[in-house]
Structures are given as C-alpha cells and as structure tokens.
C-alpha cells in the first residue's frame, strides 16, 4: 500500500536527518533549486495515489493555549520534504566531494527549519491512514 510506503520512507528519513553530523557549508554556493512545476508534479502524483489527501494536525502542539487544529496535506507535506531533499541529492550525483559538507548542512538546516513538521504531521496523518479507524480495510 503506497500510504504505508510513504510511512516508513518519512520515518526513515526522520531517523537519518536526526544522525546529520553538525558541520559547516564548505562553499558559499546554493545548491540548485526545483521548479514548481516539478514540485507541482510531485504533489499531484502523491495525491493521486493515495486514498485521502486531508488529514487534522496541531501546527504548534506547544502553545500555551489550546491550539485549534489545521487541515494537512500529505500531498504537500511529502512534496515539500522531496523539494527539501532533492537538490542535495542532485548535487551528490555529481560525484563532486567538495559539495558533500554543504549537502549536509542544508539537508539538516532544512530538516530543522521546515520539513520536519511537514514530516511530524504526516508521520501522524499516514498511521492513521494506515492503522486507525478510518484506514482501508483492504490492507494487506
């Protein structure tokens, strides 16, 4: 099942942001950016594929006061994950060594800043998709 996929990918992903060494960029050069309309494309294909594109989510689960909860999108949670990821990995396909520290400083600069509560809401979002009252019974 692709939503179950898409779980343990996120959750894997988490796990090796979460082990980035803590270094510094070695050049001052931005890696290559994705166009919208690949990330556009991405968004569309992952919302195809799945069953249930909407979930809810508390943005800030630590606010002092009882926060109100948001529709999520896996669609545009795992998109944005894969725009985060993406031009580090294009970068490494280069097979250029010099950009290697640069690489992991903007994959755990990103994972830090942005795209780890896209993946924290979608982690929750997908186990429910997958395990909770409102899964697919068809599951294998």
Not at 92 to 111: C, G, L, P, Q
Request: glycine share 6%; aromatic share 10%.
């Amino acid at each position: 099942m692709f939503a179950q996929e898409c779980l343990r990918s996120v959750l894997r992903l988490c796990e090796l942001a979460l082990v980035l060494p803590r270094i510094e960029p070695v050049t001052e050069e931005i890696l290559d950016g994705i166009p919208h309309s690949d990330w556009q494309a991405v968004y569309k294909r992952i919302g195809n594929r799945l069953q249930r594109d909407y979930y809810w989510q508390i943005f800030e689960p630590l606010e002092v006061t009882p926060p109100q909860p948001v529709v999520g999108s896996f669609s545009d949670d795992l998109a944005d994950i894969w725009r985060d990821l993406k031009p580090g990995l294009m970068a490494m396909e280069k097979n250029d060594d010099d950009r290697t520290a640069d690489v992991v400083w903007e994959w755990r600069s990103s994972f830090e800043t942005h795209w780890a509560k896209h993946a924290a809401g979608a982690i929750g979002g997908l186990t429910a998709l997958c395990y909770g009252e409102f899964a697919d019974p068809k599951r294998p």
